[in-house]
């Protein structure tokens, strides 16, 4: 039990240091992982710019996402180093789909984030945070011990009227539903129409486009 209370209170020291970095655990009693980890310790660091449909650029988008991703491998790392030093069981997921049928992840990071009170489920099938609207990047790693957890978010808060993202998506992939837990992803957005359109970049840029113009549009921390 020392143990256990020890581990939490070096991550938390850890993340006391990127007080701009939100975070939260979960149990992960609801996962595929149940039975090799108790919890995940889920990130949402904020893109380096938060951008808004006036300023939006694909470069300065990939640009903000980059610079998210380095804050997070160093406090990664960080941590990994706290666990290993610990002897505590971990495993960081990957951020990549597992192939592009199903165009889904290992450990889904957006119902990790959910469920440890970082956010909600936009309508546009993004995790949207009080303070940074979606504007974050997501990660976790799941852990053999148990932590305090977060309140889980199980309802979207988007306003009602609010159909910025799906009045700004250029292929017309999202649904207008306000998200509820256990609901479908297929409810909210027709993935397989965001996926084509953002491979079609795939000769020009070696990469999907990353869009993330219903990211742009959300006016949840737009003055983050
Ligand atoms: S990423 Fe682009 S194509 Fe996909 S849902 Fe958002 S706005 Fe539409
Ligand atoms: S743009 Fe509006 S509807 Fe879309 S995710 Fe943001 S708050 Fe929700």
Redesign the pocket.
Known sequence: MEKTGNVEKEIRSVMSEHPEILFGFTDISYSDYAGEYASALVFAVPYGEQLTPEDYTEERFDRGIQAARTVLESVVDRIEGILRDMQVKYWIPPVAQENEIELRALFSFKTAAARAGIGWF???D?I?TEKY??RVRLSAILIDVPFEYGIPVTK?R??EE?????DICPCKALKGRQWEEGMDRSEIIDYQKCNRMRSAFIPKLGRKNACGL?LA????GKQA
């Open positions: 936009g309508k546009n993004v949207i609207g979606p979207g988007c306003p609010c159909t910025k993202c799906i219903c549009a959300c006016p949840f």
